[in-house]
């Protein structure tokens, strides 16, 4: 059993649609990451949540701590916000990753 | 300033031999981390380094497995006796004391053992 699962494992969007995506995890965790892998394999950091809901520019990353669950929001998605998505837990010593959800967003 | 860096980008290698993997974080980051990216796979955690302190090894794969940081800087990951389970991209990330949410990755080295 994976510690991260996240869905859908494919997303494909028309440009300007509202995209979800979705982690539940099943460790205790200090926090969880939102990570963005760009089709070149560059990594880039988006979201640490500990509680509650953040925003950054379009994308917007709620997590619910009672019932393990987050959730990565694109309003507005852009063809450049095509990339893997990946989502992440840090137990205080451990990482665990999700198999990331590949997402394309068509012009 | 510079990002996180990482030699050698490729590597290639027989199996039975050792590779050293190197990474330079970004100056003034005392946190290093390293990942591993099997194809078609998630991103694997392996071991960080925060500060002074011992790292966790439970995340190593094996005991083939080693990672050092000297001078609270630079860090190797050593694979002895390297198995063809260990191709992948080796990817370091290094961030700010206690700021793990804000870890920035470097480029990779693909590890490919024939």
């Known amino acids: 059993k994976n510690e991260v699962e996240q869905s859908p494992q494919n997303l494909t969007a028309q440009e300007g649609e509202f995209i979800t995506i979705n982690c539940s995890y099943s460790?205790?965790?200090?926090?969880l990451h939102w990570l963005q892998q760009h089709p070149g394999g560059g990594i880039v950091s988006l979201f640490m949540l500990s509680s509650g809901k953040k925003k950054h520019g379009r994308l917007i990353a709620t997590i619910n701590i009672q019932e393990k669950h987050s959730s990565l929001h694109i309003t507005a998605s852009h063809p450049r916000d095509s990339a893997v998505y990946i989502c992440a837990v840090f137990t205080g010593n451990q990482f665990y990753f999700g198999t990331g959800t590949s997402l394309t967003v068509i012009p | 300033g510079a990002g996180v860096s990482q030699s050698p980008s490729n590597k290639v290698t027989e199996k039975g031999k050792d590779v050293e993997l190197r990474c330079d974080p970004i100056s003034g980051h005392t946190a290093l981390y390293w990942y591993r990216q099997s194809l078609g796979q998630g991103l694997e955690f392996l071991i960080y380094f925060q500060g002074n302190s011992a790292p966790d090894k439970s995340g190593l794969p094996s005991d083939r497995f080693s990672a050092e940081r000297t001078g609270g800087s630079v860090s190797t990951l050593t694979i002895q006796r390297t198995q063809q389970e260990d191709s992948a991209v080796y990817l370091c990330a290094s961030s700010f004391q206690g700021r793990i949410y804000e870890q920035y990755f470097g480029p990779g080295t693909r590890l490919t053992v024939t």
């Open positions: 460790v205790g965790i200090s926090a």
